[in-house]
């Protein structure tokens, strides 16, 4: 229907861009999947963008993400002049952050975050396309993950396959 609306077909899109998180689980997994999928059928790019560094588009520098990881604990990933830090999960007890900050888990500190630039998937787009114009190889998106999963491998063996 998007594409309908905008007058065009598959054939004009030329990269797609994805979210690759941190967010929810099983959301990230089928949206990472479902592009690169679309990405392989159509012969095209794809490229990955996480949702911290989509928040810190277009906001002016230093500036710190702060997004709710839920169970009292944030991710953080700082954004300089020059670049970036790594994006990190971290308790949000005793978390002292100074400087401007955008995000949701910023009012969890008390603090009013910097309103964001651009819509998420508008942000994401300009990112993928500003890494796409470099013409410098893009790694395949992958979800970005900050916590290690949740479910648990089963304790009992798998049974016995007959031959």
Known sequence: ALLAEAAVTWADVALLAVGTGPGNFTGVRISVAAVRGLAL?????AIGVT?????AHGLPRPLTVIEDARRDEVYVQEFTASGSLAAQLKPLQGLDVSGPVTGSGAMLLGRDPLPAARPLTVAIAEIAAARAATGAVQPRPAPF???GADAAPPADLPPVILP
């Open 41 to 45: 059928g159509l012969g095209i790019s």
């Open 51 to 55: 949702r911290l560094e989509a928040l």
């Open 145 to 147: 993950y900050l916590r």
